[in-house]
T-cell receptor, first 112, second 115 residues
Framework: QKEVEQNSGPLSVPEGAIASLNCTYSDRGSQSFFWYRQYSGKSPELIMS????GDKEDGRFTAQLNKASQYVSLLIRDSQPSDSATYLCAVGFLGTASKLTFGTGTRLQVTL | KAGVTQTPRYLIKTRGQQVTLSCSPI?????VSWYQQTPGQGLQFLFE???????NKGNFPGRFSGRQFSNSRSEMNVSTLELGDSALYLC??????????????FGNGTRLTVT
């Protein structure tokens, strides 16, 4: 069983719609959760970080964390073609902040 | 502020050779981490250096090593290259706190091809 699981996609949504990306993790002791966006041929770029249960909003992005269900999600409102990328979920521990376990990513396609 | 700089961008080596990759972190960042990215395995943690000391290590063989200098710049070395070492090697820097409020910032990576 992979430690961090994501649906590889592609997830296709029309422009202006809400894209919902999901991630589950196996280590119940995980404490820090991140979403990175990676364009083809580029390096990962941090989108959101979340550490406590509930929702965290930043512009068009909302991260949701449910530690009881070991589930973290990313919602992208008003999706734009420029949002088309692979979204990586990463999980870690506060004591080892740089040692993250990444999922293999979900490819998002926003169609016109 | 300049971002994380990795050199070289591309490398082609043959099996059995060794290679050294370089990373300059964001100014003021004391932690440098290295990750390997392959299509099949995704991003995997190699190791982290903080204040010239290896602080964390992933599950990679001893052929993979690194070091950090007093100016926080870091190098990663892979000896006795194997075909399976072909990957994108990403360096990430952070301020280095052990709390969660020190997210990683990635460089553009070094694409290593082993033939």
């Amino acid at each position: 069983q992979k430690e961090v699981e994501q649906n590889s996609g592609p997830l296709s949504v029309p422009e202006g719609a809400i894209a919902s990306l999901n991630c589950t993790y196996s280590d119940r002791g995980s404490q820090s959760f991140f979403w990175y966006r990676q364009y083809s041929g580029k390096s990962p770029e941090l989108i959101m970080s979340i550490y406590s249960n509930g929702d965290k909003e930043d512009g068009r992005f909302t991260a949701q964390l449910n530690k009881a269900s070991q589930y973290v999600s990313l919602l992208i409102r008003d999706s734009q073609p420029s949002d088309s990328a692979t979204y990586l979920c990463a999980v870690g521990f506060l004591g080892t902040a740089s040692k993250l376990t990444f999922g293999t990513g979900t490819r998002l396609q926003v169609t016109l | 502020k300049a971002g994380v700089t990795q050199t070289p961008r591309y490398l082609i080596k043959t099996r059995g050779q060794q290679v050294t990759l370089s990373c300059s972190p964001i100014s003021g960042h004391r932690s440098v981490s290295w990750y390997q990215q392959t299509p099949g395995q995704g991003l995997q943690f190699l190791f982290e250096y903080f204040s010239e000391t290896q602080r964390n290590k992933g599950n990679f063989p001893g052929r993979f090593s690194g070091r950090q200098f007093s100016n926080s710049r870091s190098e990663m070395n892979v000896s006795t290259l194997e075909l399976g070492d072909s990957a994108l090697y990403l360096c990430a820097s952070s301020q280095g706190g052990t709390g969660g409020n020190s997210p990683l910032h990635f460089g553009n990576g070094t694409r290593l091809t082993v033939t």
